[in-house]
């Protein structure tokens, strides 16, 4: 039996983290990390291995972090738990014990129970190498792709299938495809660049049956129409990995692991994080549906330092996501208008769009648009939208920090900002201050 | 006479936004902007126009704000004020009569009682469009420049008049150029990158003499050595305008005029912002030096909103700067480590270089590098730094965000991000939160 002061299940991104945050918390402890995975994929990269990266091989975390923050590493699958004894079972027959345990199970791709959904020639966005090598073979013989879901997952895959010169095609059920993650004027905008690039999207309509004889030829869909389909991927949200911790008996609900604010299950020596772990909403104390790999890592570094002392709170999910399509950046925090309204908020936003340079005839210049919601009760900012170049995938940070920390629209108002003309909007024009200051005015 | 509820003196970085911040918070009010210039440069942009943008006419700020916002506009210079009558007479002969005022007079660049330094061919950085294009002119007959003083102005105007093919030196007292504004390791590199341009860089001697008969030919430094010079720009920094405040008996001091945390001068229907005035540090207290556009913006948001009722404090100056040389942003917020530790504060610091991207191979991978300086009494960010690509521009407002609302390593290092494979770094490599765990890991 092998013995180690710390076990965490689970080498992706919550594992890694949680790992290199008890090292760095707890440096005389013995830390292992136990995966069943040979190579681990960095998972927001998966899209761009298909049309950007182009290897798998290309796209994974390196276990470099691993040797030199003096955490082992063993690859096996963990078949079972004894709480108890304070050991683990592996499938190839070793145990080991811990003092503590971090579950980072994660997540599985969740497949419809639609007719046709195991022939081959179907693929979800599995966490794993092997797959994805399987699927990128499969597409060396494919014209025609129908991706189901129009997330961000979706999106990108679409987006980059196209860029092999692939006929795609996105089927969403919702009005616009990226609804469920950002503001509904965001993801019509988003929505039409994709249509641009030539993707193909079918709104308003599920997919019913997957057609075939033998491999995938279409998709037949609830309006009756079919299309043709060399490859169906589908991407429609994940179910958490809960299996081995139900089986040890630790409370687990629908959307994964119970845990406290500290990342600890019922068992004290037993925290979880990442895609396995359910989630409450920073803004609503409620349950979130949010899987995230930032929220993944986030937990973690909660988790790892609370090991042996309760050093960290966590405050519950905000959801910071951006995406990148035909060079333009959309990212969201926190919760759109119509959320917050639906939540029960009184919201005044603000919304502005301006040069991101300033003269706007420096080099590089496009329009970065701003749009901020505060709760009026209180002047606080709960949710961020952006849409503009590169940089405003750190833009959506300073938005993030300011809903962390309940900044007022007076605060945001007189932030104090640095700019420079070729990489930044001009102090007058800055848009995060300008947006605030037009939700100002909507609210008096 | 002419009469207005609001008058503001000036019509740039301070001026412009303080009228609109008067026009969103009162907007019954009759506002009117007085300015001696017919066009108006915007300040930061002025370097670029010598490189890149090639004319004053494309570096300005424009009046549409303005008539858009139904704020007046008078092209006249302020000759005096009378606080007792609420009068301003105007060079042309004409009274305007306020309730309430806005000084927002500005600062002129500071030249050194230097023998030669009236010669044709010396300048130095007026925001004056006239004056500015009369330097365009006269760069036209011009092979070699000396830029007098290493701060930002200073290099980004060597970095610009090298892109015309001018042969240009910086001559800087200090050790190293930028060295007022970044961390010594920041300001290193910086000067690296510029002499790798082509720019020759004189650092540790001093201006003592402008040579030649008639016109400028070169200059004589502290060491004894003459350089030839067809074209000296001095940029040692700026002095406050404050003779019409003085005139009127308004409090003023070395570094402008006297506000309190509302930006109101000592006379009650007198406010005050922008480089004018003198400011205070938000981290000690103390008088600060500090001259930005960015803090004229601030101060102009505070004036505005309070000049009929007291709606906003300003806590202090936190100094956030960005400039870009050879495609590399370096930013700096807040205190630097040395400045920290003169002080008095017991500092921890984090420091963290990691790609921009993930993976790696994602196409504009630079490394972004990041640094933290806490306050070990209580946790709290007190300065931060960044060297990377465009992004990097936004990324240090995020550390101004955590600044301003005194995140803890703590905090930071639960920050709930967001990242993109396209345009950030990972979840697991984010650079500002793993800083943070470096610093508390050097805390313990």
Redesign the interface.
């Known amino acids: 039996m092998k013995k180690y002061d710390v076990v965490v299940i689970g080498g992706s991104?919550a594992g890694?983290?949680a790992a290199i945050?008890a090292r760095?918390?707890y440096p005389e402890k013995s830390i292992v990390i136990i995966r069943k995975e040979e190579k681990v994929p960095?998972p927001?990269?998966i899209p761009?291995v298909f049309g950007?990266?182009m290897s798998n091989d290309?796209?994974?975390?390196p276990d470099s972090?691993l040797s030199s923050n003096g955490i082992d590493l063993i690859v096996a699958e963990a078949t079972s738990l004894d709480c108890a004894a304070k050991t683990i079972k592996l499938a190839d027959g070793e145990t080991v014990s811990y003092d503590k345990l971090i579950l980072t199970t994660g997540s599985t791709p969740f497949v419809p129970p639609i007719p046709g959904a195991d022939k081959p020639g179907v693929f979800s966005v599995k966490k794993d190498v092997v797959y994805l090598d399987s699927m990128l073979k499969y597409l060396d013989s494919v014209k025609n792709v129908v991706v189901v879901g129009g997330g961000f997952i979706g999106v990108e895959f679409a987006d980059e299938l196209r860029k092999r010169g692939l006929n795609v095609t996105i089927v969403e059920m919702l009005d616009y495809c990226l609804m469920l993650a950002l503001e509904e004027g965001y993801c019509k905008e988003a929505e039409d660049k994709i249509k641009s690039l030539g993707v193909n999207i079918l709104t308003n309509v599920k997919l019913m049956e997957i057609l075939g004889n033998g491999k995938v030829t279409g998709v037949r869909l609830s309006n009756g129409v079919s299309i043709d389909a060399d490859l169906v991927l589908l991407s429609v949200g994940v179910r958490p990995n809960i299996t081995l911790a139900q089986q040890a008996d630790i409370q687990t609900e629908k959307n994964g692991i119970v845990v406290d604010s500290h990342m600890r299950t019922n068992d004290e020596s037993i925290f979880a994080c990442g895609d396995c772990t359910a989630k409450k909403s920073?803004f609503t104390g409620r349950d979130s549906p949010l899987k995230l790999?930032?929220?993944?890592?986030?937990e973690a570094?909660?988790a790892g330092?609370n090991l042996f002392r309760i050093?960290?709170e966590?405050t519950g999910?905000?959801?910071?996501?951006?995406?990148?399509i035909d060079n333009q950046?959309f990212?969201?925090?926190g919760l759109s208008e119509k959320e917050a309204q639906d939540f029960g908020y009184d919201v005044a936003c603000g919304e502005i769009e301006q040069p991101n340079r300033?003269?706007g005839?420096?080099?590089?210049m496009v329009l970065l648009k701003v749009k901020l919601i505060f709760n009026k009760s209180n002047g606080e900012l709960i949710g961020g939208s952006v849409r503009g170049?590169?940089?405003?995938?750190?833009?959506?940070?300073?938005i993030?920090?300011?809903?962390?920390?309940k900044?007022t629209a007076?605060?945001i108002?007189?932030?104090?900002?640095?700019?420079?003309?070729?990489?930044?909007a001009?102090?007058?024009a800055?848009q995060?201050?300008n947006a605030a200051?037009?939700a100002?005015?909507a609210m008096?």
Chains 1, 2 share one sequence.
């Open positions: 991104a890694i983290p945050t760095r918390h960095i927001c990269g761009y950007t990266v290309k796209n994974l975390i972090a920073f790999a930032s929220i993944a890592t986030m570094r909660v330092a050093r960290r966590q999910v905000i959801g910071v996501f951006s995406t990148i950046v990212g969201v925090a300033h003269p005839g420096m080099p590089g170049g590169d940089s405003a995938g750190e833009s959506i940070n300073t993030s920090a300011c809903i962390q920390k900044m007076d605060e108002a007189m932030f104090q900002l640095g700019t420079h003309p070729a990489v930044t001009s102090p007058i800055y995060l201050v200051e037009l100002i005015k008096s």
